[in-house]
């Protein structure tokens, strides 16, 4: 069975909602053979990583850059996991209250260096989740996870 790993920091109702959204799409009915875990950015370990065949990485965006939740993910994994994960699928969701850009970019900086490979667009949400924004964060779940199916 694939395993689907979702990273995420979620200190804020608007952060839980596209989290829970992601959750949702990734253990919808159509997808089987998929085990997903969920993993807070401060508990998730290079184990986690290296245990998983895909991943989902949720952040927020502060003071213009990846919360320091995901950076602190970032750190204790990057190293351990850099030979073992390389081409491995992920996908990612940033939450902002006006601007994503820098948070956008460090992802996208980090897992190039890592090797894993962007298998669905960031879904980038500023201000309050709409109905869109839940429903693309539904989407990059059920995406990355089908992705996964064997």
Known sequence: MATL???????????QALFEAVVSGATTD???????????ALA???SDV???DGY???????LGYLSGAMKHFFDQVYYPCL??????PF???????????GAVRAMDSITKGLGWRRAADAVTVTGEPGKAAIEA????GATIAAGLME
Do not use: K
């Open 83 to 88: 030979d073992a994960t390389q081409g491995r």
């Open 30 to 40: 159509g997808i089987e053979g998929v085990q997903v875990v969920r993993r807070a």
């Open 5 to 15: 790993l979702i990273v995420h920091h979620t200190p804020s109702p608007n952060c």
């Open 56 to 62: 989902v990485l949720g952040t927020p965006a502060n």
């Open 50 to 52: 290296l245990a998983a």
């Open 91 to 101: 996908g990612s969701y940033v939450h902002g209250g006006n601007d994503v850009t």
């Open 44 to 46: 998730a370990t290079a």
């Open 137 to 140: 964060c539904w989407e990059l």
